[in-house]
């Protein structure tokens, strides 16, 4: 039996299970507060872990974690939503803390590793994961082991560049296709055009708050007849397919799974026009030779993911 763990931006989210993709034997979340840091977040899986280890005959740990990691060594290079995490040896504090060993990953070569084994890539030999949310983060995984865990990273697709004047660092994919992107550039298509009923719309579906207009609000819009609400999702869905595609070009992946709070637009608005935009993106011999499709595990994917490590751990 083992004990896996998403550490996340909002979520804590912890389960048993025997890393087979089965049904939970037990499973909490708990709610981040951010102002509290690493160390809070540290005393809640304290305190979960602890009673979960307690109650189950727990062998090993394993992190799934919302940021760059050293996963060979067990160090968190950094979170980028969660002070205090710059260097931490997560799988040291966990033999001290939990009394058990522990294995790290990324959330994202989590998740790819558990739509691997029992998701919507299973029986495939190369997949490739997106994840589009408030960020962007992807994971590969070759005959069901993580690609580039000895790497500083790897698979990171939403820190692409779409163009060679995206000079600045912070100008990627992410940056426009994750859901503060297309919320910017819904609130900047607002502004600009604030006599438009397509506006107005907008706005009154933020409560006449322009800081509160959300991505799923847009996408709700969109999917309502929003001419400009299907612009600006669809230029996000664009530059997410041109990354896909160059990832495609590049290692020619059996199957792109993509999961997030993003991609659950559905068919019409989200999933139709991505393929639409990887195929006019992609060298042309590989269209066809996979598919982008939605993932099948849903929000504990990084949970299945991390006992998925913690079982196959030597």
């Not at 983060?137 to 580039?148: C, E, F, T």
């Amino acid at each position: 039996m083992y004990l896996g763990i998403e550490i996340g931006g909002t979520k804590l989210q912890l389960g048993v299970g025997h890393g087979d993709g089965a049904e939970f034997v037990a499973f909490e979340r708990r709610d981040i507060d951010r102002s509290r840091g690493a160390q809070g977040i540290l005393g809640q899986i304290r305190e979960t872990g602890r009673e979960l280890i307690a109650a189950y005959d727990i062998e090993r740990v394993g992190f799934g974690f919302g940021g760059p990691v050293f996963g060979d060594r067990g160090i968190v290079q950094t979170s980028h939503q969660v002070n205090g995490w710059d260097g931490f040896p997560l799988a040291e504090w966990c033999r001290t803390e939990l009394q058990r060993p522990a294995c790290l990953g990324n959330d994202c070569d989590s998740a790819c590793l558990a739509e691997a084994c029992f998701g919507a890539g299973r029986g495939l030999r190369t997949v490739f994961y997106v994840t589009v949310g408030t960020g962007i983060g992807g994971g590969l995984v070759i005959d069901r082991k993580i690609h580039g865990t000895d790497r500083p990273a790897a698979a990171e697709i939403g820190h692409l560049r779409p163009g060679l004047d995206c000079r600045d660092p912070h100008a990627t994919v992410e940056s426009r296709a994750a859901g503060p992107g297309i919320e910017q550039a819904a609130r900047r298509w607002v502004a600009e055009h604030a006599d438009e009923r397509d506006a107005e719309d907008l706005l009154n579906r933020s409560q006449r708050e322009i800081d509160q207009l959300s991505s799923r609000l847009v996408a709700t819009a969109a999917m309502a007849g929003n001419a400009a609400a299907r612009e600006v999702y669809g230029n996000a869905v664009e530059v997410l397919g041109w990354a896909i595609a160059q990832v495609g070009t590049l290692i020619a992946p059996d199957v792109v799974v993509v999961g997030g709070g993003v991609s659950l637009a559905g068919e019409e608005l989200f999933f139709e026009p991505l393929r639409a935009a990887v195929n006019r993106y992609l060298f042309p011999p590989l269209r066809g030779a996979f598919d982008v499709v939605p993932a099948g595990l849903g929000e504990s994917v990084v949970v299945h993911g991390a006992l998925a490590l913690a079982a196959t751990a030597r």
